[in-house]
């Protein structure tokens, strides 16, 4: 395929993203426009820039639309956990149908930094694991002793309440 130039390759790219049920990484963009992963990433934030719903998860990039959201009941949640204890934690929230659409954490110097996520499956939670320990990266909760939040979202409020009780079982959902 040849290389495709500026504005045409990012409303491609914007139509691929829009179209895809599962997000695509910068590798495989960067393939498909003949470009470099660099020129991807740039793409995107010129995208982001315009308020486009496309936010970087660690298995690549996601259009939000929304019809996609606006079913989905939301909550944020705060936990806390040893880093040993993570998987777990993101096992029991997307056992119950839930998806972790990100992480926050209160930095004394940046303030508030919110991660995206999303994480809806087992596989989804393998896959940011695998890559957590491919680059020797630490979970930003470790910037806050275990102290984290996660706004989740499902279909029901009863999926939620349901991943709220097993969390408190296990002493990761931090209450009044």
């Not at 498909?32 to 298995?59: E, F, G, H, W």
């Not at 009863?158 to 097993?166: C, D, F, N, T, V």
């Amino acid at each position: 395929m040849k290389k495709m130039l500026g504005e045409e390759r990012r409303n491609e790219l914007l139509n691929l993203l829009k179209d895809a049920k599962k997000p695509i990484t910068g590798t495989q963009l960067a393939k498909y426009a003949n470009v470099s992963r660099q020129v991807i990433v740039n793409d995107m934030n010129l995208l982001k820039a315009r308020n486009l719903p496309i936010i970087s998860t660690s298995q690549g990039y996601l259009y939000l639309s929304q019809e996609d959201t606006d079913s989905l009941i939301e909550k944020k949640i705060v936990c806390i956990h040893t880093a040993e204890e993570a998987e777990d934690e993101m096992m029991t929230i997307v056992d119950c149908g839930v998806t972790i659409k990100n992480v926050i954490v209160e930095h004394p110097v940046y303030g508030e930094i919110t991660a995206s996520m999303m994480l809806s499956s087992r596989i989804d939670v393998e896959n940011f694991l695998n890559k957590v320990e491919e680059t020797k990266a630490t979970y930003l909760s470790v910037l806050t002793n275990g102290t984290h939040l996660h706004v989740i979202s499902a279909p029901t409020i009863e999926q939620i309440e349901e991943a709220e009780r097993r969390l408190r079982e296990k002493g990761y959902l931090v209450e009044e």
